[in-house]
């Protein structure tokens, strides 16, 4: 028995000793008009001791699952973060799967049938893939939060650069040019470098995605009310 639970129950009976002993005394005094022999004092005693017991046994199992239940949280936030990671890791080779697909579907009509259906059928399948990625990037953040001792303090400029390198491929495909207009001297602001990734990713592919050949896409920022917003203009045709 460790040390903790064996003191934990010397206080419980101590407790609940004190209790009975003070309960006999009140109930004999005010309802018999009668002092407690030794005998009742032993009875009690021994049942404040049984009580006790029990009572820390209890107090032990609360502090054990207690302890479980943050162990067992602490595996699942360390799971859902290697599945995070590894689903965001695979979300820019399938973007470009997807992109390349479309490109070849769009850009070489006369394929023979048998390559045009195997463009078609990667086409949907990296689709399909794609959108159960984001759906599962988008529960594992709602299911994380905003954890905001994770925040990063420093410059984002360079991980907006490694966003706009990752798809530099997708616009050269379509002879789409990225216009980075963001100055490399920024301030030094709160953010989270994964969800910064995530979202600069996801608008940059659709501003290619939806934007027609032989146009540009700008990144730009502007400074409002202390915070920093990052804006992506793209000459697609809209809504």
């Known amino acids: 028995m460790e040390r903790s639970c064996i003191f934990c129950h010397i206080k419980a009976s101590i407790l609940a000793i004190a209790v009975l002993n003070l309960a006999l005394v009140l109930f004999c005094r005010l309802v018999f008009d009668y002092t407690p022999t030794i ?11 049984v009580a ?11 502090r054990n699952i207690a302890k479980q239940l ?13 599945i995070g990671n590894v689903v965001h890791d695979l979300r820019s080779p399938v973007a470009s799967i997807n992109m390349i697909a479309e490109f070849l579907e769009e ?3 006369d ?12 086409k949907k399948s990296s689709t399909t893939m ?3 990625i984001c759906c599962i990037l988008d529960n594992t953040r709602l299911e994380k939060g905003i954890n905001f001792d994770e925040l990063t303090e420093d410059n984002p400029y360079n991980p907006i650069c490694q966003s706009i390198e990752k798809h530099r491929i997708l616009a050269i495909d379509k002879n789409i040019t990225i216009v980075n207009k963001i100055p490399e001297k920024l301030p030094n602001t709160y953010f989270d470098k994964e969800a910064l990734d995530s979202v600069l990713s996801n608008l940059i592919s659709n501003a290619i995605k939806y934007s027609l050949p032989n146009t540009t896409v700008q990144l730009y920022h502007i400074i409002e009310k202390g915070k920093v917003i990052f804006c992506i203009k793209d000459e697609g045709l809209g809504m």
């Open 111 to 122: 394929l023979p049938d048998q390559q045009h259906d195997l463009v078609v059928s990667i």
């Open 52 to 62: 006790g017991y029990f009572l820390a046994k209890l107090v032990n199992e609360k």
């Open 107 to 109: 850009e070489l009509p």
């Open 130 to 132: 794609l959108d159960r």
């Open 70 to 82: 943050k162990e067992d949280k602490t595996k699942l936030d360390s799971i859902h973060n290697y």
């Open 39 to 49: 005998f009742f004092y032993i009875v009690t005693s021994i049942i404040g001791l």
